[in-house]
T-cell receptor, first 110, second 119 residues
Framework: QKEVEQNSGPLSVPEGAIASLNCTYS??????FFWYRQYSGKSPELIMF????GDKEDGRFTAQLNKASQYVSLLIRDSQPSDSATYLC??????????FGTGTRLLVSP | EAGVAQSPRYKIIEKRQSVAFWCNPI?????LYWYQQILGQGPKLLIQ????????DSQLPKDRFSAERLKGVDSTLKIQPAKLEDSAVYLC?????????????????FGPGTRLTVL
């Protein structure tokens, strides 16, 4: 069973702080990794994807991938109340089949 | 560019009734997915099509669920008969191509979903 693990949270951070969301995966052969944001009652929306070891930055978001440790993370800088949502980690385990974690709920307080 | 379209947005049925959901993917996207998302969980893949062929339906409860993608564009997911545990959001997603993941063409884009309540 290929698994993706996330802490369900909630992760509470004050406005302006850095939020750090973590994800581990079991399939060492996984090649691509995605972070989706899901607001309550809405569908997942893509934040960013990463394929290579290291960091990838997009605005206030940075994804970090360490394939040796089977670990992927998402950093959100200058967190805003509008960032409050559930963040889903998804792993492409082959042939575009995504396995999702259960998500981490982020709460950003003003 | 129009996104993934789904209908209906909400559906309430009695157990043992049947229900069908419709999805229209992003234009030009060859791969289409149906997911089930139960409250508090991540989406779970039910079935994956590439064009009009099934790539993966290993987690589809085939005794009650069926899906088709005629002509390789629109898709329909059906449940017959429904059970209480089928209450969930059914999400449709699409992506451009299989493989070539390094160029981001395996990115999946989701529709708004259909919230199903089985009473």
């Amino acid at each position: 069973q290929k698994e993706v693990e996330q802490n369900s949270g909630p992760l509470s951070v004050p406005e302006g702080a850095i939020a750090s969301l973590n994800c581990t995966y079991s399939d060492r052969g996984s090649q691509s990794f995605f972070w989706y944001r899901q607001y309550s009652g809405k569908s997942p929306e893509l934040i960013m994807f990463i394929y290579s070891n290291g960091d990838k930055e997009d605005g206030r978001f940075t994804a970090q991938l360490n394939k040796a440790s089977q670990y992927v993370s998402l950093l959100i800088r200058d967190s805003q109340p509008s960032d409050s949502a559930t963040y889903l980690c998804a792993v492409n385990t082959g042939f575009q089949k995504l396995v999702f974690g259960t998500g981490t709920r982020l709460l950003v307080s003003p | 560019e129009a996104g993934v379209a789904q209908s209906p947005r909400y559906k309430i049925i009695e157990k043992r009734q049947s229900v069908a959901f419709w999805c229209n993917p992003i234009s030009g996207h060859a791969t289409l997915y149906w997911y089930q998302q139960i409250l508090g969980q991540g989406p779970k893949l039910l079935i994956q099509f590439q064009n009009n062929g099934v790539v993966d339906d290993s987690q589809l409860p085939k005794d009650r669920f069926s899906a088709e993608r005629l002509k390789g564009v629109d898709s329909t997911l059906k449940i017959q008969p429904a059970k209480l545990e089928d209450s969930a959001v059914y999400l449709c997603a699409s992506s451009l191509v299989v493989g070539a993941y390094s160029r981001g063409t395996d990115t999946q884009y989701f529709g708004p979903g259909t919230r199903l309540t089985v009473l």
